[in-house]
């Protein structure tokens, strides 16, 4: 019969080191960041703000000029007396849907 005692043992010792022993040979291997380098990647970043401020700003803008377009198409179909009922009970779906989500997104709450 084997001895299966020894075939699980390992062959190596672990040791143990703290976290702040590797710390400190972390340490010197920071290198600090060049001047013109902080300079040119703050420039970048701001930047990038400044480009996604801009790209919201033409989204919003985009939207809400899309929700003014879709609001007069109803109100016309609303005011004309040609149309059927069906078609001013949809318009009128719409214009109460855009006002509702326009209180919303000025005030910032949920109207349920």
């Not at 340490?27 to 380098?37: A, H, I, K, R, Y």
């Not at 803008?61 to 929700?67: R, T």
Request: proline share 4%; glycine share 6%; aromatic share 10%.
């Amino acid at each position: 019969m084997s001895d299966f005692s020894q075939e699980n043992t390992p062959s190596q010792t672990i040791s143990v080191i703290s976290i702040p022993e590797m710390a400190k040979g972390w340490s010197g291997n920071l290198v600090s960041e060049d001047p013109t380098d902080k300079k040119h990647r703050l420039e970048q970043e701001a930047y990038e703000s400044s480009h996604k401020r801009w790209r919201l700003n033409i989204i919003i803008v985009m939207a809400i000029l899309g929700l003014c377009f879709v609001f007069y198409l109803c109100f016309l179909t609303l005011i004309d007396p040609e149309t059927g009922i069906n078609d001013k009970r949809w318009a009128t779906v719409f214009v109460s849907s855009i006002v509702t989500g326009s209180i919303g997104f000025l005030t910032g709450k949920a109207i349920s």
